[in-house]
């Protein structure tokens, strides 16, 4: 089922933190790894992710739950690159047939899969470890994002949990009237894409709603809005930016020290 409310345990350190704060940590220390393609780098920065997922209050076995998709889709990014990459430079690895893996193709895609998943896990983090509203709030307050924006946003993420409840409505009602894939792989697809369109339409039309009803109650008023619940930016949520982009600041001088670092540009 599809959850967006926080797991972590609230009084722990970095759960407790600035909602902004936690945020900008977060795009700090994926932003400084898009900048390399080599492995190192991205390995390291997920090795101190999971170093410090105790210290957000959070579960190792909770983070693979919520962070399963990330890992299938980059088990496929993975499996794509290393059968379908057209560089295949390096020592062969293994040749089997028409399929080919050589080291370049292979440090390749790790540079990849690996860079994906710790761009990833700060948000997945992020999420996991902040309520919805203490997130829209900081960024009203700290931020200084427009009201408007800050508490559409957060409609629309309150809404994201009935996506599966009506996915699974519309399913049932299909199956209700006969229409079943079966065991028939194209068949499934087709229900699948057309399963998604009615989805995004029931969320175009219950978004378009929620619009009218959020202008209708003077969310567009252009006034100053009062807050009910203050977020401060302490001392403590700078130092937890600033860490972050030493953190990875120091997974590239890693990457440079050992000679792999691989720039994204040039």
Avoid at 128 to 135: F, H, M, Q, S, V
Wanted: aromatic residues 6%; proline residues 6%.
């Amino acid at each position: 089922m599809i959850s967006v409310a926080p797991v972590a345990r609230p009084g722990a350190p970095l759960a407790r933190r600035n909602p902004v704060a936690k945020l900008a940590a977060a795009l700090v220390f994926s932003f400084v790894l898009i900048a390399t393609l080599d492995p190192v780098a991205p390995a390291i920065a997920i090795a101190i992710e999971l170093a410090v997922l105790p210290l957000f209050g959070i579960r190792y076995r909770i983070l693979a739950r919520r962070a399963w998709p990330l890992l299938a889709s980059a088990g496929g990014i993975l499996v794509t690159l290393v059968l379908f990459a057209a560089d295949r430079s390096g020592r062969v690895l293994v040749e089997a047939g028409p399929v080919v893996v050589t080291e370049g193709v292979l440090v390749t895609a790790l540079g990849l899969v690996l860079r994906t998943l710790a761009v990833a896990l700060p948000g997945i983090l992020v999420f996991a470890t902040t309520d919805a509203t203490d997130l829209a709030d900081a960024l009203i307050q700290n931020a200084k994002a427009p009201a408007r924006f800050a508490i559409g946003a957060l409609a629309a993420f309150r809404l994201v949990p009935l996506l599966e409840q009506e996915w699974r409505m519309i399913s049932m009602a299909r199956r209700a009237r006969g229409v079943d894939a079966g065991r028939n792989p194209v068949a499934k697809l087709r229900l699948f894409v057309s399963t998604a369109f009615a989805l995004l339409v029931g969320a175009i039309r219950r978004g378009t709603r929620l619009a009218v009803a959020m202008d209708a109650r003077g969310f567009d008023a252009g006034l100053p809005r009062t807050v009910a619940r203050r977020q401060r930016f302490t001392t403590a949520d700078g130092l937890l930016v600033a860490g972050a982009a030493a953190l990875a600041g120091a997974a590239l001088a890693v990457s440079v020290a050992l000679g792999t670092f691989r720039p994204l540009i040039g």
